[in-house]
Each structure stands twice: as C-alpha cells, then as structure tokens.
C-alpha cells in the first residue's frame, strides 16, 4: 500500500482497495495502522470533503525511500549476472508491465533504473 501511496500521492483508499483486490473495509484497517504509526496522513479531498485522500507522512517517506533503497540494491544484485543489454532489455520488459497495470513510470520519484546498467534518458511513454 505505501508503494502505491508513494507513487500516487492524493490517492482515495477505494482506488487503493481496488488496486490491491481487497475491500474497502480491509484497507480502512490498514489506513488506521499506517496512520498511527505515522506513516501515512488522510487529507480531505478539496473537491470533495467526504472523501479521504491518502498521502505519506514524512516519516513515512523517509522509511519507504530505505526500503525501496534495499529492494534495489537487491534487485541490482540479482541482475549483475546478465550483461548491461539483457538488465536493460529485462527492465524494459517489466516497465511494459508495470504500465500495462496502470503503474505510474513518469512520476519523477525513485525507479529501479537508477539501480542498473540502463539507459537514464528514456522515455516514459504513459503519463498517469
């Protein structure tokens, strides 16, 4: 859920509940959890007050910024073993992905691109 929240600040917890195949009944438990841990924040949706709009805390950044710091230091690790051509040919295989379910690539936050021998400059063809 922070990985979605990270990466797509101002999401509602419907939306998130719908990405994650969960009910909304689930995510507003976790919601709650995150939240008192300081996490995340709920801010009111300025179109609609009703509605709950879910963003990372500060701390919550810093911590999701470590831990996708270590899961990219390890995907890299793994990878190291494919020539440069391959890890890119790899990674662009898994952007496909990422954005044929609606992932946002153009979000200027952290990618796994930094982590490997790919090219820094390309494109990211969906903005989201």
């Known amino acids: 859920m ?10 509602s917890q419907t939306v998130v509940a719908e990405r994650l ?3 909304t009944a689930s995510i507003s438990t976790s919601v709650r ?17 009703r509605v709950m709009l879910l963003h990372l805390a500060p701390y919550g950044e810093e911590i ?16 190291k ?16 992905a990422l954005i044929g379910n609606d992932v946002d690539l153009d979000s200027n936050k952290l990618n796994y691109a930094d982590k490997l021998h790919v090219m820094k400059d390309r494109p990211n063809p969906v903005s989201c």
Do not use: Y
């Not at 959890?33 to 007050?49: F, M, Y």
């Not at 073993?81 to 496909?96: C, T």
């Open 2 to 11: 922070m990985h979605l929240i990270f990466h797509r600040p101002g999401i």
């Open 64 to 79: 999701f910024e470590k831990m996708f710091a270590g899961f990219t230091n390890s995907f890299a690790d793994l990878l």
């Open 81 to 96: 073993v494919l020539p440069p051509d391959d890890q890119e040919q790899l990674v662009g295989l898994l952007e496909k």
């Open 21 to 23: 195949c969960v009910t």
């Open 33 to 49: 959890e995150l939240e008192s841990q300081g996490l995340i924040e709920r801010r009111a949706n300025p179109d609609d007050a």
